[in-house]
């Protein structure tokens, strides 16, 4: 299947761990993306990566180090979390400004 | 600073009525507008992307419009079903910075029988 597909669907940590999102395309896009929905379900751009570089941090803070060791990969690696990083994260990709196309999402839960 | 906004925030209809939700922006530097649907849990479904130079666009039951000159975009649903029950959100991409989106807050539209 072509597609954006992200893991795990689901984490539940404690305060204060280390954990990591992966996130694949397989649509040969060239750029790819990291979108934050808060409880709210208000969603903010948080990277973006075009061809393996950073084109977007949008005032995000440092705990969170995104990584692209190729163009079809962008990773979230996410330190020391907080109870307010609880929010379902969402991968995206797009060629060049059109048509992004949406992971289904991690739902990341911090207690 | 590009800011979305959709109305109604929340609308449910019974089967069979022909909608509109209507997305605005602030900035009309726009290259294109996409609507997405966000179904419970689960992850975004791109409806339909209309260019900066297009008025409209058509998908099955779904139009969407746009005029950039006053900031603009409706989704139009005709003959809705209960399937069609979701979030609806509206996106815009801003000037050069490859394809950062800026998503409105969403409609969560319910269908009843």
């Known amino acids: 299947d072509t597609a954006v597909s992200q893991t795990p669907k689901y984490l539940v940590t404690q305060m204060g761990n280390d954990k990591s999102i992966k996130c694949e395309q397989n649509?040969?896009?060239?750029?790819m993306y990291w979108y934050k929905q808060d409880s709210k379900k208000f969603l903010k751009i948080m990277f973006s990566?075009?061809?393996?570089?950073?084109?977007i941090n949008e005032t995000v803070p440092n705990r969170f180090s995104p990584k692209s060791p190729d163009k079809a990969h962008l990773n979230l690696h996410i330190n020391s979390l907080e109870l307010g990083d609880s929010a379902v994260y969402f991968c995206a990709s797009s060629r060049d400004r059109v048509l992004h196309t949406f992971g289904s999402g991690t739902r990341l839960t911090v207690v | 600073k590009q800011e979305v906004t959709q109305i109604p925030a929340a609308l449910s209809v019974p089967e069979g009525e022909n909608l509109v939700l209507n997305c605005s922006f602030t900035?009309?530097?726009?290259?294109?507008l996409q609507w997405f649907r966000q179904d419970p849990g689960k992850g975004l479904t791109s409806l339909l992307l209309?260019?900066?130079?297009?008025r409209e666009q058509t998908s099955g039951r779904l139009n969407a419009s746009l005029d950039k000159s006053s900031g603009r975009s409706t989704l139009y649903i005709a003959a809705s079903q209960p399937g069609d029950s979701a979030t609806y959100l509206c996106?815009?991409?801003?000037?050069?910075?490859?394809?950062?989106?800026?998503f409105g807050q969403g409609t969560i539209l319910t269908v009843h029988p």
């Open positions: 209309i260019q900066s130079s297009q």
């Open positions: 900035d009309s530097a726009i290259y294109n």
């Open positions: 990566y075009n061809n393996k570089e950073l084109i």
């Open positions: 996106a815009v991409p801003r000037g050069t910075s490859y394809g950062k989106l800026t």
């Open positions: 649509l040969g896009h060239d750029t």
